[in-house]
């Protein structure tokens, strides 16, 4: 039995649908959602109709639309396995996914657990048992950042850039007034922005489009614009003294074994001031559930650093390392904010994982 044939014999045990999701995707909600970062990796092209179309780039935005589009309400488990196409630095484009997604279950412990268990579970059908489990928290870091009063524009970016170390210390060091340049504001839309008149900038953009010959349907509105530019004022503005900046780069450089996470954390925050205590309480009750599950037959880990670079993460991110890969061999995590970005009016919990099956050959499995 090939891999996937016996992946999908397994999600389907686990009470997953297994829908048909189209090879050909469209390529707005993925671009609107995942964010331009992706455009220069995918491969897009264009329907009949003038609509952009893009070869399936991943499974959790085409499921969470086939979710939205049949009008699925309440909970639901999704399994796939198939090809992708995503250019990858030495690595193939085209090549094989597979993995779940469970939308809608409001006992988030319980799904967030069983996301992992079927993480590793696939891992070992594949043939794979050395490898390291990575776990993060988006919604602790989301604290920290709350906790130490910065700007929410500030709090936006930084959110942004989680999980990705060398973004972090850019923006960080700007933050601290390292590196600055007023965020390249135009000198009189500074001015405006500083003075908070909304009004009088938004006329002013407006102004300027015009001199220039734009026009709003062909790009973003002078609203838009202004909403931009009261941004970059807020990040230009703010500050981040030196013992906030000494505190945030100790809670990123956390390190633990899963175990010793939410004690190691405590300590932390209360060494530093950090007011994360309901984060922290939901991270402590995940880490003893899991510890119950014993799904993992290595080393499992919780790094604050780890984290996802989408915006639609809110909570648990993990993966799982192989010894002699490079990359990651899995990853997942909760997005609950993804269905609302795709249209559903109200938030949908919703949590997932994918496997990178060339990955997992290359680790030894089948």
Known sequence: MQIADKLLDYYASQGCALPEIGLLQPADPLLDTAGEDLRRRIFITAGQKGESLCLRPEFTIPVSLHYLREGT?????????????????????????????????????AADLAAITDCCETIRLAGVSDYRLVIGDQA????VLSSLGLPAAWQKRLGRSFGDMDRMSVDLDRLSGENRNGMGLDPELAELAKSGERALLNQKIAGMMEEAGLQST????????????????ELAAANLDADHRVALDAFLALETSIEEAPAVLEQTASLYDFEIGSALEGFAAFVEALKAKKVSNGESIYKASFGRR?????GLVFEIECPGQDKPVAG??????????????????AVGFSIWLDRLAAAGGQ
């Open 73 to 109: 309400s309440g909970k639901a488990r999704f399994g796939y396995a198939g090809t992708v196409f995503r250019q990858r630095s030495n690595e193939m484009s085209e090549f094989s996914q597979a993995g779940i997604e469970d939308i809608g279950n409001p006992d988030r412990l």
């Open 218 to 233: 062909m790009g973003r509105t002078p609203e838009e614009i202004t909403e931009r530019v009261l941004e970059k004022a």
């Open 332 to 349: 997942g995590g909760r997005y609950d904010h993804l269905m609302s970005l795709l249209g559903a009016e109200a938030e949908i919990p």
């Open 310 to 314: 989408l915006d639609y993460y809110t």
């Open 140 to 143: 602790i870091f989301e604290a």
